[in-house]
């Protein structure tokens, strides 16, 4: 594993070098065009705190808006091109450094570096050495423009000089492909931001007690965060007590935790934007209610055999079908359903109790690019590969079966009701299996009941 204490400069030069070869590899005699994030407005004129784009950021490593990154591979000298923001001690004063044109191409490894407002004099040149332009469309309308006419007139050249770019297209398959094979830099990373959630986590639940409030747990989560070294949370972190575990995306995060409660914390934290995402749930009085335990034991059974199925060569949704069994069939034990597990399974009528997939892949975004499926054939997991694994079983005060099966399942007792349970883990796979990044954070009924 990568010392991340280290200095790493050649090693993230490196990097950046290896992921833009890749992907004009992929290209070929094509050019790719990529664009920066935007500054995004909280209210009025109060902006967010700045995010680059992940594609971007993932070829570049730079890290300001208004930028432009350009792959040529035909180009006889620059392969590898930036337009950024100049210098400006007037602008700087107000809203921070800038790397500047000098500082961009000395960092940043690119053979040439331009202002952003030369943009339009110097883009056709690039454009013209290749046979199609990938470029995302959709996400910049003005800059799509820029891109378009740019195209347009190079293809009204094309009749006389019998070359230039005949297409635009989306550069994410070929791009994404790349970025979820994970270096073993990207998992030090993923590494370092799943131990600081898993203290973050631990701190947590140290914490929560009858009388608190949730917005205090989330406090300290975000404290934690910070503390070690993050960015901050991954995500808005969910710290949902009682029934609101049974909202998927709670996120107000402002009601009493009261005994007798089951406390579902879903919290993940960003380290250089690379992420972690874990959830636990725990009794908030040190003790679990009988349905609750039962219900916990069942949602850790599931997610211990889906782990297990995360293997190299593997179809990605192998994990997500063994867990969908062997909660379909506990809740057949329990009276929760009825019927043939294979026909409860087919008719998804599990989806009453447990309505979202396993799992996603984790990376640069959370819930991270990626393919699930290849048509109707299955896509197989490699070596390099990270995603979460978070089964879980939520019974809404609301809940019911659906009205078309209602007659044919059993109702739903008062004794289920409000609980919501989710356990999750950050698994990598390795060449001989995988490697689960979250496991230090306790999960068993006897480390949950008894404390750290």
């Known amino acids: 594993m990568i010392d991340l204490t280290a200095d790493l400069t050649s090693v993230w030069i490196a990097e950046y070098q290896h992921r833009r070869q890749q992907l004009m590899e992929k290209i070929g005699s094509g050019v790719a065009i990529f664009r920066s994030a935007p500054h995004a407005v909280m209210h009025n004129d109060v902006e967010y705190n700045f995010r680059q784009d992940s594609d971007f950021f993932y070829i570049t490593g730079f890290n300001e808006p208004n930028a432009v990154a350009i792959l040529a591979p035909n180009h006889d000298e620059h392969k590898f091109v930036l337009f950024v923001r100049p210098k400006d001690l007037k602008a700087e004063t107000w809203s921070g450094r800038r790397v500047g044109v000098d500082g961009a191409k000395e960092r940043f490894g690119a053979d040439e570096v331009y202002s952003i407002a030369d943009l339009n004099e110097h883009l056709s040149k690039y454009l013209e050495t290749g046979d199609r332009i990938f470029y995302r469309m959709g996400n910049a309308p003005k800059f799509d423009q820029v891109v378009i006419r740019n195209w347009q007139a190079l293809m009204r ?142 949602v850790l059974k599931a997610q211990e055999a889906a782990i297990a199925e995360v293997q190299p060569g593997k179809p990605y949704m192998d994990h997500h079908n063994v867990a969908v069994r062997i909660i379909t069939e506990g809740l057949v034990e329990l009276g929760l359903l009825k019927g043939e597990v294979d026909d409860l399974i087919e008719k998804k009528l599990y989806e009453t109790f447990y309505m979202h997939k396993t799992g996603h892949w984790l990376g640069l975004d959370v819930h991270d690019v990626g393919i699930y499926q290849c048509g109707d054939d299955p896509f197989y997991l490699q070596a390099g590969h990270v995603l979460t694994v978070e089964p879980g079983i939520y019974i809404s005060p609301e809940a019911d079966h659906p009205e078309d099966h209602r007659d044919e399942q059993p109702p739903i007792g008062d004794r289920w009701k409000g609980i919501g349970i989710r356990i999750e883990d950050n698994i990598a796979v390795t060449e001989t299996g995988n490697k689960n990044l979250t496991e230090a954070l306790p999960k068993q009924v006897s480390e949950l009941e008894t404390g750290l």
Do not use: W
Not at 181 to 187: F, G, I, M, T
Not at 217 to 230: K, N, P, Q, V, W
């Open 157 to 298: 050249k094309f009749p006389r000089k019998g070359q230039g770019p005949i297409a635009i297209e989306d550069p994410r398959a070929k791009l994404h492909s790349i970025r979820m094979v994970k270096s073993e830099l990207e998992l030090a990373l993923m590494q370092k931001a799943a131990d600081i959630a898993v203290e973050a986590h631990n701190r947590a639940r140290e914490l929560a007690a009858p009388g608190r409030y949730e917005y205090e747990i989330e406090a300290e989560l975000d404290y934690c965060f910070r503390r070690s070294g993050g960015l901050g949370p991954a995500y808005p972190s969910i710290v949902a007590a009682g029934d609101n575990a049974c909202i998927l995306h709670y996120v107000e995060n402002n009601q009493e935790m009261q005994a007798g409660d089951l406390l579902l914390i879903d919290a993940g934290c960003s380290v250089e934007y690379y992420n972690s995402d874990i959830t636990r749930t725990f009794p908030v009085d040190g003790k679990f209610t009988a349905e609750q335990k039962v219900l916990y034991e069942l």
